[in-house]
């Protein structure tokens, strides 16, 4: 392959500006609480950051799966931000499989194309994205 030949790929980032803003107040939240606090308190700290910040989100949003008009099974999302992303908290050791699968259950479920699941019981945050596997562009 010549080098002098230039590569350009084209990658598209759902919605980057919006999970950058999200991005940055999980890292406030990070640096003010730390990373020993419980889940709740890093969803309250990111729910003041949000009011104050102006974007929409609706917290714990409840999904309830419903089949032969009964309910067979309850889950909330931590959040939904202005209707586009689903933000998981974590404050555990590790992150699991079964987090990323979670993440990518509800954004199945709301038909959303991007989720964060960020873990704040680590020494440095690393929020991830997580894209929905079902979604057809």
């Not at 009011?51 to 889950?75: A, C, Q, V, Y």
């Not at 979670?102 to 709301?110: H, M, V």
Request: with cysteine.
């Amino acid at each position: 392959m010549d080098p002098n030949i230039l590569i350009i790929r084209k990658t598209k980032l759902v919605f980057p500006e919006l999970s950058y803003k999200i991005s940055g107040l999980l890292f406030k939240v990070h640096n003010e609480l730390g990373r020993f606090c419980k889940e709740k308190n890093y969803s309250d700290a990111i729910e003041q950051l949000l009011l104050t910040s102006g974007l929409p989100f609706e917290r714990e949003k409840k999904l309830e799966i419903k089949m032969m008009d009964n309910f067979i099974t309850k889950n909330w999302a931590d959040f939904v931000i202005d209707g586009k992303i689903v933000l998981e908290i974590k404050a555990k050791r590790f992150v699991t499989r079964e987090d990323y699968i979670q993440t990518a259950r509800y954004l199945d479920f709301l038909n959303l194309p991007l989720g964060m699941l960020v873990n704040f019981n680590q020494k440095f945050l690393k929020p991830k994205r997580v894209l929905n596997p079902n979604l057809k562009n």
